[in-house]
């Protein structure tokens, strides 16, 4: 399983339920990364795309409310999405946030594609400090791009 992630220079993600910037590059490697695969969400992460699941994706939701989805498998524990995902068992995972899914699921992952942005997007919710994670390592981290007046990073980090 792996993790996908933007962060700014302070690990924050998240504010008021969505996203610290507009970056359409850092969309499109979003997309580029995960098509074709299963993306795994929080329910707050599905709420927050304004067309429901991802498109050409399997989208598998977190949520503990019973809620089913017409577009989306769900799961409502760790073991049921454990059980769900064995009916897959070719299929590469890639976890896609938010930050409870993230913290739930980050010691199942294996490699975490991050990319960084140079500037601080007031977050309120926060992905955990790999740089600071001793069972991390940043493996690389691709040349600066401009992506909307913001400068970003392609970076991999992978277990130490
Ligand atoms: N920067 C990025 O790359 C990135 C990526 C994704 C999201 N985000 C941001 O992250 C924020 C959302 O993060 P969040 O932590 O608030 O929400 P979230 O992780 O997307 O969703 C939280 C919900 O998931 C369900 N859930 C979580 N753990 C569960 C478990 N163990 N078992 C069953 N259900 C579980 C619960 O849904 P119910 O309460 O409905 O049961 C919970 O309320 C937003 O601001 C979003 O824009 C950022």
């Known amino acids: 399983m792996k993790a996908i992630v933007v962060v700014d220079r302070h690990w924050g993600i998240g504010r008021k339920g969505g996203l610290l910037f507009r970056l359409p590059e850092d969309m499109a490697f979003f997309r580029a990364t995960t098509l074709g695969k299963i993306v795994v969400m929080g329910a707050k992460t599905y709420a927050s795309f304004p067309h429901g699941a991802l498109p050409n994706r399997t989208n598998v939701v977190l949520d503990d409310s019973g809620r089913t989805y017409p577009d989306?498998?769900?799961a409502s524990t760790p073991e049921s999405l454990a059980k769900l995902l064995a009916?897959?068992?070719d299929d590469e995972v890639f976890v896609i946030g938010g930050a409870s899914v993230y913290k739930l699921l980050l010691a199942q992952c294996d490699e975490v594609y991050v990319t960084k942005v140079n500037a601080d997007g007031d977050a309120?919710?926060?992905f955990p400090d790999l740089d600071a994670a001793p069972d991390w390592k940043l493996a690389?981290?691709?040349e600066p791009v401009s992506d909307?007046?913001?400068t970003i990073r392609f970076c991999r980090y992978i277990r130490a």
């Open 72 to 74: 989306a498998e769900s």
């Open 148 to 150: 909307n007046g913001f």
């Open 140 to 142: 690389r981290c691709g």
């Open 87 to 89: 009916k897959y068992p």
């Open 124 to 126: 309120e919710v926060f």
